[in-house]
């Protein structure tokens, strides 16, 4: 595997449905299992790129658009980067309704919740997002040292 | 892509929904719709099995939640078996297990306390 400054690069795009989040775990299990990663830690990685997705999926795009999800994954020696950017409608993540403070909603229990655990099962997480432009969720987790 | 699979035993006092495969954003409408039948037709406990998913994520505890709470409403409670450290944490990490729903690891015991 490369060295820490110099990532082997993985790129998909899928279409903006939820059909296609299953196949991006997928693909993300094959990426990680190469980098030694535990059992617990490849199903964290699952969790928390699924959850980026359904954010693009439920919430980018207006319904029945045909629009896509662009994925990056930096597989370095000693740690897995994950990139999710939508070009769709954004939002203000201190908009993100909690769980504590939902109205009851579905989605709205789904959205803040879902950046919980990719906050919580990633070492390293930033959500950059603009009203109209999109936006980009970037995720990393380091490879156990004993691993 | 992800498949889920829903069966509900009616064979016992209160009914069981065992569920099988993978709960994201793309199969919990399918568990929504299961759970929202049974909870408009009867304000009785609801027992569910999550021991054999394979995986869940916020949109599956979104339901979770969301039915909890319209039983709650009848004086109900989800009572959910799961055993897998997977799920245990993530149902620890979205405080869900705090409110309307009672964690078991046997269904045994999660029928003996419905009603």
Known sequence: MSKSHKPVCVEMTI??????????????SGIAARLNFSVEDIEDLKIAISEACTNAVQHAYEEGSHNTIDLVFNIYSDKLEMIVKDTGKGFNPKDAVSEKDSSGSVDKFGLGLGLTFIKSLMDEAHIESKLGQGTTISMTKYVPQNA | MSDLSIQVDSTHPVSIIRV??????????????????????????????LDAIQYIDSTGLGV???SARSLSERKGTIR????????????????????????????????????
């Open chain 2, 20 to 49: 099988q495969g993978e709960i994201d954003v793309h199969t919990c409408p399918k568990l929504n719709q299961v759970l929202a039948q049974h909870i408009a037709s009867s304000s009785q406990d609801l027992v569910l099995d």
């Open chain 1, 15 to 28: 279409p903006s449905s939820s059909e296609f989040v299953s196949v991006v775990r997928l693909t993300l």
């Open chain 2, 64 to 66: 979770i939640a969301h």
């Open chain 2, 80 to 115: 959910v078996i799961c055993t897998q450290n997977q799920v245990l944490k993530v149902f620890e990490l979205s405080g869900l297990h705090k409110k309307n729903v009672v964690l078991y690891k046997q269904e045994a015991d999660a029928l003996k306390d419905s009603q």
